[in-house]
Nanobody
């Protein structure tokens, strides 16, 4: 069983920054892609960013050039640095893990499909206001 603990959420003003972190325990994550999903009030959950076991990062268009995902496999942590935050970034952010039999085929996975993720954290609130 892989356990996930998120931290780093909070409230910021427009243009501010936050760093979210996931800490994993229970098993090593070197065969897991990690995704960050968010859900705004009244909206469906959406994938925001993903990182492969080897560190290949993906972002949705609305956060490119503002968000940076990184991972430290030795420390079993993944971070999401969010800069220039906007009100539309408000939501509950959740970290999730997707097992990959072969990490070299990361680009073949639909990392935005939440159904492929086996383990989920509890989520952390991010609120951006003027």
């Amino acid at each position: 069983q892989l356990e996930i603990a998120e931290s780093g959420g909070g409230s910021v003003q427009i243009g501010g920054s936050l760093r979210l972190s996931c800490k994993f325990s229970g098993r090593r994550t070197n065969y897991y892609a990690i995704g960050w999903f968010r859900q705004a009030p009244g909206k469906e959950r959406e994938g925001v960013s993903s990182v492969s076991p080897h560190g290949i990062a993906k972002y949705i268009d609305s956060v490119k050039d503002r968000f940076t995902i990184s991972r430290d496999n030795a420390a079993d942590t993944v971070s999401l640095l969010m800069d220039n935050l906007q009100p539309e970034d408000t939501g509950v952010y959740t970290c999730a893990a997707l097992y990959m039999h072969n990490p070299n085929y990361y680009n073949n996975y639909d990392v935005w499909n939440a159904a492929f993720y086996e383990y989920w954290g509890q989520g952390t609130q991010v609120t951006v206001s003027s």
